[in-house]
């Protein structure tokens, strides 16, 4: 398997722009997850899906963000538009059901900087 | 309070010692905890997991859980300069679902 895939692995944007980060997640693994990570607030869970269906948008920090996940293998997450304090690390992580023993598996992450 | 605390470091060991990195845990009720290393300008990785009050060893690793003073550790025996990086402890809340609530992490330096 070739793991959680993300792309792009950098992106760099004016203020105002519209961003969208992708993720295909292992096939067979019931939860995506996206994560937000700064040095200041390290890793921020900001939604996740269990069968494709949002279960906790509570970290969403507010209405510029969206997710979808429109099928198993893939998710997107908008940002529109997009500000300075935007810059991060987005990180899309996916588990099968019983996380424990295999935990998280996290992609390569998007490196975000908004100018 | 934060609800998963961490030293930020960073933590310097020389090459052999034992690493020790400690965790704090607001959510009395959580019931899974797990250790995950980052390498700079990396994703993090699953190192273990634990549930039950007690030692779990693996390797080089053991992980520590007192539930009642709601703390988790991490030893790293014979540290080695490969193990230099950022240890994240991440903690299920109560009715977790299955997502984790992650400190900020503590960088260890493992020194020649």
């Known amino acids: 398997d070739a793991g959680v895939i993300q792309s792009p692995r950098h992106e760099v944007t004016e203020m105002g722009q519209e961003v969208t980060l992708r993720c295909k997640p292992i096939s067979g693994h019931d939860y995506l997850f996206w994560y937000r990570q700064t040095m200041m607030r390290g890793l921020e869970l900001l939604i996740y899906?269990?069968?494709?269906?949002?279960?906790?948008d509570s970290g969403m920090p507010e209405d510029r963000f969206s997710a979808k996940m429109p099928n198993a293998s893939f998710s997107t997450l908008k940002i529109q538009p997009s500000e300075p304090r935007d810059s991060a690390v987005y990180f899309c992580?996916?588990?099968?059901?019983?996380?424990?023993?295999?935990?998280?598996?996290f992609g390569s992450g998007t490196r975000l900087t908004v100018v | 309070q934060k609800e998963v605390e961490q030293n930020s470091g960073p933590l310097s060991v020389p090459e052999g010692a034992i690493a020790s990195l400690n965790c704090t845990y607001s959510?009395?009720?959580?019931?899974?905890f797990f250790w995950y290393r980052q390498y700079s300008g990396k994703s993090p990785e699953l190192i273990m997991f634990?549930?039950?009050?007690g030692d779990k060893e693996d390797g080089r690793f053991t992980a520590q859980l007192n539930k009642a003073s709601q703390y988790v550790s991490l030893l790293i025996r014979d540290s080695q300069p490969s193990d230099s990086a950022t240890y994240l402890c991440a903690v299920e809340p109560t009715g977790g679902g299955n997502k984790l609530t992650f400190g900020t992490g503590t960088q260890l330096k493992v020194e020649l």
């Open positions: 634990i549930y039950s009050n």
């Open positions: 899906f269990n069968n494709n269906v949002p279960i906790d």
């Open positions: 959510d009395r009720g959580s019931q899974s």
């Open positions: 992580a996916s588990s099968p059901y019983h996380q424990g023993v295999y935990g998280y598996t």
